[in-house]
Nanobody, 133 residues
């Protein structure tokens, strides 16, 4: 189970830090990500992070958003700075198991790159962010 928190209302230019808690025994290798969605629009990928700390961002999100994690506490974070009204959305975290990278070529299998364009199996319920002008 993934549980997001940290959403709320903030004025333009403000900051918020979202958290995503993994409430189960997590796999040793994984890909997790943050997404957002506005009603009536497609879900938008923000950033992903792997168990080894590798982070990737959607190009438009790179400047103001920062993804991180506390692996010991099984929590993923999204630091959002200089928020704008257009950042108002429901923010979701997602997760998927991954094979250890060293095994992928040995097994002759393929694994999707952990980036904001990939699909995920497990999703949280979302946390609302509202940014006023």
């Amino acid at each position: 189970e993934l549980v997001e928190s940290g959403g709320g209302s903030v004025e333009s230019g403000g900051s918020l830090r979202l958290s995503c808690k993994v409430n189960r025994e997590s796999d040793p290798t994984y890909c997790m990500g943050w997404f957002r969605q506005v009603p009536g629009k497609e879900r938008e990928g923000i950033a992903t992070i792997e168990s080894d700390g590798t982070a990737r961002y959607a190009e438009s999100m790179r400047d103001r958003f920062s993804i991180s994690q506390n692996t010991a506490k099984r929590i993923m974070f999204l630091q959002m700075n200089d928020l704008k009204p257009e950042d108002s959305a429901t923010y979701y975290c997602a997760a998927d198991r991954q094979l250890p990278k060293v095994l992928v070529p040995l097994l002759g299998t393929e694994q999707p790159v952990c980036d904001p364009t990939r699909s995920f199996t497990f999703w949280g319920q979302g946390t609302q962010v509202s940014v006023s002008a």
